[in-house]
């Protein structure tokens, strides 16, 4: 049987940044008209490798910046133009990625006329003043309407994407958010913790002591009553940031962390072919010029070795909550976790941050809810 693999496709622009955003996005109004047929010429050049031929592929997930900042009329033949271009099985995961204040019912039933049947919403939260302290372009309200019009459109694989710890959220202020999500039934949540990074205004409002996070201990609290309360209502937890109702888990994301192969298309998109990585440019306008003139837009390609490959896949797979199994790793890599990493795990099971036994290694509860800290100590 051929090798099932996913599509990733970035589109890099939003209506503006947000303050904590440390993804390839570029804010602006009107998006480049010819970058989506800059994306299909990356497509035929990488369909035409002999890797991809020898491939079905079973996912594709348009990502970004806000990929519904387009109108339906440029994200329709974009669509159909990848489903000419690649081998897909019959009844691939179409994933489009969007923002509460640029969708309306009219384009959310082109989409999904086009094939497109899950939706992510970047939600983040309903409260207006925490969404305005973090400079979200949407309201509340629009929120609502969003999840009302996929509704009617009839998606009925939908992500909220929510995030705890922003500055100014109290406990109740985060249990309301999941609750009013929670009446729309979601098949799908992605719960992330507000991160700093480096060189987002958030991180230099911190530098400035001009901002006022939740305390770690209260962020913690979050996250854990979140699990709780998800759990009662029925949604499975799958990854650290991850919850879905029975047999709803992102397809796509899973190949991901499995550490499985996959094409990446579009500036700043990345493709792992067998341990190939390949990175685009990051930049829109020089994607766009490198396949005009014919050429690859390729930034890096690395050859990624044995244990550097070990290493992705057991980072990869400890945000699974099922965790790695170790007789997998040591037939894939003839390396063990205990081996490689040694005293490294002592440390984390004493601290009580990972659980193993004769078959599996995975994070505990606290290690879920610390899972940033805890997997860059196996990088
Ligand atoms: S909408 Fe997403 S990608 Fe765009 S600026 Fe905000 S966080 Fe970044």
Redesign the pocket.
Same mark, same amino acid.
């Given at each position: 049987m051929r090798e099932r693999v996913g599509i990733y496709v970035h589109i890099p622009f $939003?209506l503006s940044?947000?303050a904590y $955003?440390a993804?390839a996005?570029w804010p602006c109004l009107r998006p480049p008209s010819l970058y989506p047929a800059a994306i299909l010429a990356q497509a035929r050049q990488m369909a035409a490798l002999p890797w991809s031929r020898d491939r079905v592929f079973s996912t594709l997930f348009i990502g970004?910046?806000?990929p519904t900042i387009y109108p339906a009329a440029t994200l329709k033949p974009l669509l159909s133009g990848l489903r000419e271009i690649f081998n897909f099985v019959p009844a691939p995961e179409i994933t489009i990625e969007s923002?509460p204040n640029t969708l309306s019912l009219d384009l959310l039933q082109s989409l999904r006329q086009a094939g497109v049947n899950r939706l992510s919403i970047?939600i983040q939260s309903f409260n207006d003043d925490l969404l305005k302290g973090v400079g979200r372009s949407h309201t509340r309200q629009e929120a609502l309407q969003a999840l009302a019009w996929a509704g009617k459109a009839e998606f009925t694989n939908v992500n909220i994407d929510l995030i705890y710890g922003l500055p100014g959220q109290s406990m109740q202020s985060f249990a309301a958010d999941l609750t009013l999500a929670l009446e729309f039934a979601p098949a799908h949540l992605a719960l992330y913790q507000l991160t700093l990074e480096e060189g987002t205004v958030l991180a230099r409002a911190m530098a400035d002591q001009q901002l006022h996070l939740p305390e770690e201990d209260q962020v913690i609290e979050m996250e854990l009553a979140a699990q709780a309360t998800l759990g009662r209502a029925g949604y499975e937890h799958y990854e650290v940031a991850n919850f879905c109702r029975p047999g709803r888990q992102c397809r796509h994301n899973l190949n991901y962390w499995q550490n499985g192969s996959y094409l990446g298309l579009g500036a700043a998109a990345v493709s792992c072919l067998s341990g190939l990585r390949i990175s685009n440019v990051a930049s829109p306008g020089r994607y766009q010029r490198q396949l005009n003139s014919g050429q690859a837009p390729y930034a890096e390609v690395e050859a990624l070795g044995r244990a550097a490959s070990f290493r992705e896949t057991v980072i990869m797979g400890l945000r699974r909550c099922q965790g790695v199994k170790i007789a997998e790793l040591k037939q894939r890599f003839a390396l063990t976790p205990q081996g490689y990493y040694q005293e490294i795990l002592d440390e984390l099971v004493v601290d009580g941050l990972l659980l193993i036994d004769q078959e599996r290694m995975a994070l505990s509860q606290r290690g879920l809810a610390l899972a940033n800290q805890v997997l860059h100590r196996l990088v």
């Open positions: $939003c940044k947000c $955003c993804f996005s970004g910046g806000t923002n970047g």
